[in-house]
């Protein structure tokens, strides 16, 4: 039978007249901390909505027939049903909807990048306009005592391990042990979350929001195990051995990628992941209170213009840096980063620095970096991305003084996946799925950016849905 935890009652809708939207109010502000006062420390930039601000938010949805936001949602979530529960102030009935396609509406509502998705579709962004949706996301997301407790369908008496803590395994971890499964999670780390405690800072993601989806992962039955090395503890066939019937491999793609340039290897030279693994996880913003140091330096240039990139510059001014740089090789046009983000920020003081691109990292007399020499670079045609190829300048060399450089150039396939099974790679490591995230190996299935490469929180939780139902049907 299956067990069905008790379900709050809703609050009651308030109203059934005709719903008309206040469509011509401007888009509800965020609630941010003035950039002076968050600079001081790691706390959330962000304070969210109050329900004021929710409800006035809400008001403004159209309640399109035919919702473009939904399609430019990677996991589809009913935004228009969910913001009608806001409108109705039944904010637990708001989250069951989101529940039916994401379980981490508190942490996507932070960190998706919405301009490009769902908001990016909202009919009312052609004004320039759009709804806030990520905002009211976060807004039910952060009451999760008002949700429907889930049901937990009758035990299958099938162990099935997933092998990494990230989004893709908690979703993976959460959907199947609401399916019957019994599920543990083997993870590397001392502590669960993966890129979202080691990489994604505390001012933007506070730790405890993510705690909190652990621990509600930990009621509902799923066991961790930390310091758990899958490959090096034991392989998938020995899991198998000890009584595991499907495996779900959500590694991640952390390995930095080099430069390849002189000097690369210099004290005082960084890789983002590094970087802010040292700050975020083992807390080194905290030394000496917690064991690890990092340097604190005074001039930082960050060499990339991602997420990634405006994560680790931001970090470093909340460490003391006096001038700290983001340094692209293209403009802040093409710059992948959130608009969100390069606009915040600038607000703290960052400065852009364009069409630039490292080969060299020279050494102060006592063997520290002391400057980063740049090349400086044009637009040429575009490239394979659709973004114009930059192209060096024949000649043009600068020096950028600095005591700290972060490259945040990307990341590479984790190479311990491929301890962990032999299922097929494909020639950068990767591993191969099926659509429903099956690899070459019976038992086995992957997904998350060990998969499609470094990519988004959504779409590694999407694709640990997607394997546990497949791992669902396959074992039932
Ligand atoms: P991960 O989050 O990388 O988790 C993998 C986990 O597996 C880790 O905990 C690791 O320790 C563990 N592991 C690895 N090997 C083993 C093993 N052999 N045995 C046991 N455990 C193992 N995305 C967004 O949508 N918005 C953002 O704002 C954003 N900002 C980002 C900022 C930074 C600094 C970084 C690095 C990424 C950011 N991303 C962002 C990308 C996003 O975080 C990732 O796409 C997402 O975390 C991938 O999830 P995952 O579960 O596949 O892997
Ligand atoms: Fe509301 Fe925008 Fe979606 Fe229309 S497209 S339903 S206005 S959020």
């Given at each position: 039978?299956?067990?069905?935890?008790?379900?709050?009652?809703?609050?009651?809708?308030?109203?059934k007249?005709?719903?008309?939207p206040n469509?011509?109010?401007?888009?509800t502000p965020d609630?941010?901390?003035p950039?002076?006062?968050?600079?001081k420390?790691f706390?959330?930039?962000?304070?969210g909505?109050t329900?004021?601000m929710?409800l006035a938010e809400?008001?403004?949805?159209?309640?399109c027939?035919?919702?473009?936001c939904i399609t430019?949602c990677?996991?589809n979530i009913?935004?228009?049903?969910f913001?009608k529960?806001?409108?109705?102030?039944?904010?637990?009935?708001?989250?069951?909807?989101?529940?039916e396609?994401?379980m981490?509406p508190?942490i996507?509502?932070r960190?998706?990048?919405?301009?490009?998705?769902?908001?990016?579709?909202c009919i009312?962004g052609?004004r320039?306009?759009?709804?806030?949706?990520g905002q009211?996301e976060?807004f039910v997301?952060?009451?999760?005592?008002l949700?429907s407790k889930p049901?937990i369908?009758a035990a299958k008496?099938?162990?099935?391990?997933?092998v990494?803590?990230g989004p893709?395994?908690?979703?993976c971890?959460?959907?199947?042990?609401r399916?019957g499964?019994?599920?543990?999670?083997?993870?590397?780390f001392?502590?669960?979350?993966?890129?979202?405690?080691?990489?994604?800072?505390?001012?933007?993601l506070p730790?405890?929001?993510?705690?909190?989806?652990?621990?509600?992962?930990t009621?509902l039955?799923v066991k961790?195990?930390?310091?758990?090395v899958?490959?090096?503890?034991?392989?998938?066939?020995?899991?198998?051995?000890?009584?595991?019937?499907a495996?779900?491999?959500?590694?991640?793609?952390?390995?930095?990628?080099?430069?390849?340039?002189?000097?690369?290897n210099?004290p005082?030279?960084?890789?983002a992941?590094?970087?802010l693994?040292r700050v975020?996880?083992?807390?080194?913003?905290?030394f000496?209170?917690?064991?690890?140091?990092?340097?604190h330096?005074?001039?930082?240039?960050?060499?990339g213009?991602?997420n990634?990139?405006?994560?680790?510059?931001?970090?470093?001014?909340r460490?003391?840096a006096?001038h700290?740089?983001?340094a692209?090789?293209?403009t802040?046009?093409?710059m992948p980063?959130s608009?969100a983000?390069?606009?915040?920020a600038?607000?703290?003081?960052?400065?852009?620095?364009p069409?630039v691109?490292?080969v060299?990292?020279?050494a102060g007399e006592?063997g520290?970096?002391r400057?980063?020499?740049?090349?400086?670079?044009k637009?040429?045609?575009?490239?394979?991305s659709?973004r114009?190829?930059p192209?060096?300048?024949?000649?043009?060399?600068e020096?950028i003084?600095?005591d700290?450089?972060?490259?945040?150039i990307?990341?590479?396939?984790n190479p311990l996946?491929k301890?962990v099974?032999?299922?097929?790679?494909?020639k950068?490591?990767y591993?191969?799925?099926?659509?429903?995230?099956h690899?070459?190996?019976?038992r086995i299935?992957?997904?998350g950016?060990?998969?499609?490469?470094?990519?988004?929180?959504?779409?590694?939780?999407?694709?640990?849905?997607?394997?546990?139902k497949?791992?669902d049907?396959?074992?039932?």
């Amino acid at each position: 039978m299956p067990q069905v935890i008790d379900r709050p009652t809703p609050a009651k809708a308030t109203t059934k007249t005709r719903y008309i939207p206040n469509a011509t109010a401007p888009r509800t502000p965020d609630n941010e901390e003035p950039a002076a006062e968050r600079m001081k420390d790691f706390r959330p930039i962000d304070k969210g909505f109050t329900i004021q601000m929710a409800l006035a938010e809400a008001n403004r949805c159209l309640d399109c027939k035919r919702p473009l936001c939904i399609t430019g949602c990677p996991v589809n979530i009913k935004i228009p049903q969910f913001i009608k529960k806001i409108r109705a102030q039944d904010f637990g009935g708001a989250l069951d909807i989101i529940h039916e396609d994401s379980m981490l509406p508190a942490i996507c509502g932070r960190v998706c990048p919405q301009e490009s998705q769902c908001e990016g579709k909202c009919i009312l962004g052609k004004r320039g306009n759009p709804i806030a949706i990520g905002q009211l996301e976060r807004f039910v997301g952060d009451k999760p005592e008002l949700a429907s407790k889930p049901v937990i369908e009758a035990a299958k008496h099938k162990k099935v391990a997933v092998v990494g803590s990230g989004p893709s395994g908690i979703t993976c971890a959460g959907e199947l042990v609401r399916r019957g499964f019994d599920v543990t999670v083997f993870e590397a780390f001392f502590t669960g979350g993966g890129v979202l405690v080691y990489g994604i800072p505390e001012f933007r993601l506070p730790k405890a929001v993510v705690k909190r989806e652990i621990d509600a992962l930990t009621q509902l039955g799923v066991k961790f195990e930390y310091n758990s090395v899958v490959g090096r503890i034991s392989t998938a066939q020995e899991l198998f051995e000890k009584g595991f019937d499907a495996m779900y491999v959500a590694t991640g793609a952390g390995l930095p990628k080099l430069l390849h340039i002189p000097g690369e290897n210099l004290p005082g030279v960084f890789f983002a992941n590094e970087y802010l693994t040292r700050v975020n996880l083992m807390k080194a913003k905290d030394f000496p209170h917690y064991d690890t140091p990092t340097k604190h330096g005074k001039n930082v240039i960050v060499f990339g213009g991602g997420n990634v990139a405006m994560d680790a510059v931001r970090t470093a001014k909340r460490l003391g840096a006096e001038h700290a740089i983001i340094a692209y090789r293209r403009t802040e046009k093409e710059m992948p980063a959130s608009k969100a983000e390069l606009h915040n920020a600038k607000a703290e003081g960052v400065e852009v620095m364009p069409l630039v691109s490292p080969v060299e990292f020279l050494a102060g007399e006592k063997g520290f970096v002391r400057a980063a020499r740049v090349q400086k670079m044009k637009l040429g045609e575009p490239d394979a991305s659709g973004r114009r190829r930059p192209e060096p300048i024949e000649g043009a060399f600068e020096d950028i003084p600095c005591d700290v450089a972060i490259s945040a150039i990307g990341t590479n396939a984790n190479p311990l996946a491929k301890m962990v099974a032999n299922y097929k790679l494909n020639k950068w490591g990767y591993i191969e799925t099926d659509e429903n995230g099956h690899t070459s190996e019976a038992r086995i299935w992957a997904g998350g950016d060990i998969v499609t490469g470094s990519a988004t929180v959504i779409l590694a939780m999407g694709a640990g849905k997607t394997a546990a139902k497949a791992i669902d049907e396959t074992l039932s």
